[in-house]
């Protein structure tokens, strides 16, 4: 699935450690980490209805990224909210929207690794963008198994979500060559980790199976699917689940800010039941009526 260019973002104010910029003037310096090295952590918001989305919950996920890679002067939620809410009010940004917010280890004073070379603090961005959910969620996407695996913390930490996203990428490209929407990346044992930026749960026999995250980051979708699962008695469990039962699930759905619910439709080839009475459209008519609960939301506009 080839994101279209949306002509509603021509225009768009973005956020460059508080200055706001028309996008195509903004910069960032050769200096800063995100350049340098790739280290920089980030979170993917959605706006609905002038609310962001379990905000404090990605800010919390933000925060414990950057304590991971031990990141000084990481700018206080109140600081990063208030810029959000700057950022929305300059683009008149009510709804629809996703929102990139990341924040790099900062400028370093010469070009080179080492994070002593850092005495700035954090550097901050805010990108802004009308995009409603990227996928066709009534018709459901097409995967195949990648053959990139995600790392187990011993290499790299999936909780550190990161803004390098080599692994995501190079699967990106492999289901681009197959024709497909995106790829399943295995652990290196085997077992199902996610896809290049999504969570996936599988169906079968009406219970609901999710991988650990021992090889892909905390979702804040995928903990409200695991609460809808508590609040309306639906079977689940997360375990190690082997490759091979992808080719066994009844049904297949992937989670995530950006595309929301998403149901998949064939994976390696093989199609999946796409129904109306499915599990997984229950569970997005749950998630739908979730993110539109002004509790859930944090006002923001
Ligand atoms: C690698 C990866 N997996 C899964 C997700 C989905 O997480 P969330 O539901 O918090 O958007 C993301 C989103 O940022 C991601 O980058």
Not at 108 to 113: A, D, I, N, V
């Amino acid at each position: 699935m080839l994101q279209k260019r949306n002509p509603a973002n021509d225009r768009l104010i973005v956020n460059i450690n508080g200055a706001l910029l028309p996008r195509d003037e903004a910069g960032v310096s050769p200096f800063d980490s995100s350049v340098q090295n790739g280290d920089a952590v980030w979170e993917g918001l959605r706006l609905y209805d002038k609310r962001v989305f379990r905000l404090h919950a990605h800010l919390d996920r933000l925060r414990k990224s950057a304590h991971l890679l031990s990141y000084e002067g990481v700018p206080a939620d109140e600081l990063l909210i208030s810029e959000l809410r700057r950022t929305l009010a300059a683009n008149s940004m009510t709804d629809g929207v996703h929102v990139r917010l990341t924040v790099s280890r900062g400028l370093k004073y010469t070009s080179g690794l080492d994070p002593r070379i850092n005495q700035k603090g954090c550097s901050f961005f805010i990108l802004a963008e009308h995009k409603p959910p990227v996928f066709d969620n009534s018709k459901g996407i097409c995967l195949i198994t990648s053959s990139h695996c995600r790392p187990f913390a011993d290499v790299l930490d999936q909780n550190i979500h990161s803004c390098n996203q080599l692994t995501s990428i190079l699967a990106k490209l492999e289901a681009n060559a197959a024709g497909v929407d995106d790829a399943v990346l295995l652990d290196s044992k085997g077992m199902i980790a996610e896809t290049s930026s999504t969570h996936i749960f599988l169906v079968r026999q009406g219970c609901i199976l999710t991988p650990t995250t021992r090889a892909c980051p905390e979702g804040i979708t995928r903990q409200v699917i695991l609460e809808i699962c508590q609040q309306q008695n639906i079977d689940y469990k997360i375990c190690d689940i082997p490759s091979a039962e992808l080719a066994d699930a009844d049904e297949i759905f992937v989670t995530g800010t950006m595309g929301e619910i998403t149901p998949v439709r064939e994976i390696d080839g093989q199609t999946l039941n796409i129904l109306s009475g499915s599990l997984t459209a229950k569970i997005a008519q749950h998630f739908r009526d979730c993110t539109r609960n002004p509790a859930e939301g944090t006002a923001i506009v």
